[in-house]
């Protein structure tokens, strides 16, 4: 581990306090640190600055400050270039960050000697079709969500798997996620828990309007397709991840199938999913 690139959610370490200790820590190591121009500025702790890009495709290592949803974004960017994630917590709930924000300096060691592991986590993309033409590809570790708009109608959504036809489902929206996705927003609106080591896609209709509309499980070898088939009169959009958008448009397909590469997930502490399962779910009951 040279190159270690280190990103920052700015809105959780707003004075980057704990940005700078984990660089002093990293630093008696002897790595090199790739931090943003923009941080690299404001740490004032004499370290290069480096194009955004960069952090995702040049490290060894990149290791995220901020919570679950700091290190989707990171995933995203990361996983096609196979660059192992390290996510630091300074959230609430956090499911795929490792370490809490505490003993750092012992996981450190850690790491630098080598008693690491990697997890992989699949990842699915989308492309949206619209008119005959494929004219946006994303891709995502949780899910790809397809939703109404802000008015409480129902939209109709017609699915396929490898174009055999499966249901029309009349619903506030769909979650197809992932098994890491599994314990987020598609757990919410009632789907399985999936152990985060297999590989599937899971599709959950969110608020049904049809009794029979359940959860489905879907082989990693098949392509998921979503159709809007009808009018309708308010917005709709797909979404990855919960942070990044499309609208949509009536007649538009949303085809979802296993992505080429996964995340990769450094872990350093001796923890596994259901006793993580297990605490998180007592902590969010807890916050409730």
């Known amino acids: 581990m040279k190159n270690i690139a280190i990103v920052p959610n700015i809105v959780k370490d707003r ?20 931090v943003s121009e923009k941080v690299a500025s404001d740490v004032n702790l004499s370290i290069n ?36 994630i390290l996510g630091i917590n300074l959230g609430q709930l956090g499911f795929l960050v490792e370490l809490e924000n505490r003993n750092l300096e012992d996981f450190f060691e850690k790491l630098f000697s ?6 992989s986590r699949m990842m699915i993309e989308a492309e949206l079709i619209r008119n005959g033409k494929r004219i946006e590809r994303f891709t995502a570790l949780n899910d790809i969500v397809v939703t109404r708009g802000a008015f409480s109608r129902i939209i109709n959504l017609n699915v396929f798997v490898d174009n055999q036809y499966v249901d029309l489902y009349p619903a506030d929206g769909i979650v197809a ?11 919410s609106a009632g ?12 599709l959950t209709p969110i608020c049904p309007h049809t009794l029979h509309s359940r959860s489905i499980i879907i ?19 797909v979404t990855m991840d919960g942070q990044q958008g499309y609208k949509l448009q009536v007649k538009d397909i949303i085809e979802i199938k296993k992505a080429p590469y996964e995340t990769k997930l450094l872990r350093i ?14 902590e969010r009951r807890i916050k409730e």
């Open 15 to 34: 004075d980057l306090v704990h940005t700078k200790r984990v660089i002093n820590i990293v630093k008696k190591f002897n790595a090199n640190i790739m």
């Open 49 to 84: 600055g480096y194009k955004e890009k960069d952090l995702y495709s040049k490290p060894d290592l990149v290791i995220v400050l901020g919570g679950d949803g700091t290190l989707l974004n990171t995933a995203r960017q990361a996983a096609p270039n196979n660059i192992p």
């Open 114 to 119: 080598g008693d690491y592991t990697i997890d």
């Open 177 to 187: 996620a992932t098994p890491t996705g599994s314990t987020a927003y598609s757990l």
């Open 191 to 202: 789907g399985p828990i999936v152990d985060p080591d297999m590989s599937v896609i899971i």
């Open 219 to 237: 082989p990693d070898n098949k392509t998921l397709s979503i159709h809007i088939e009808e009018p309708f009169s308010m917005d709709a959009m």
């Open 269 to 282: 502490s001796k923890r596994n999913f259901y006793g993580l399962l297990r605490q998180k779910m007592t």
